[in-house]
């Protein structure tokens, strides 16, 4: 590999609350860029921490990866499924349980991307 593509290769830099989105950009883009053609430790790494973050329900292989390789969205959805589920498990209330549902829901926060309206003052 030359230096550019070997820098495309390393694993993305994991900030604190940001490690899970950056794990699914770092296996989808090499992945579907070719790079990973042959071993690549740090996909396979990645993968594994993937599939730590995701259970076993769900987990993919290497392979799997380099056989169809995944978009960003696909992945990032196997990952805040599972944290959902984490979220939903431990909530102790009926209450709690229902603003989980809620605030999961399809468009449920359509209502911050909607232009004022003057005839609704």
């Known amino acids: 590999m030359d230096g550019r593509v070997q820098e495309w290769a390393e694993p993305p830099l994991a900030t604190a609350r940001g490690y899970e989105g950056a794990l699914a950009c770092f296996i989808a883009s090499i992945s579907q860029s070719g790079i990973a053609l042959g071993e690549n430790h740090h996909l396979e790494q990645s993968i594994d921490d993937l599939n730590h973050i995701i259970g076993e329900s769900e987990a993919v ?38 603003r989980l549902l809620s605030v999961s829901s399809p468009h449920a926060s359509a209502w911050l991307s909607v232009m004022p309206t003057p005839q609704l003052n």
Do not use: G, T, W
């Open 61 to 98: 292989s290497v392979q799997h990866i380099l056989d169809a390789p995944p978009r960003q969205r696909n992945l990032s959805f196997k990952i805040e499924d599972h944290q959902l589920r984490m979220l939903f498990d431990l909530a102790s209330s009926p209450a709690q349980r229902a």
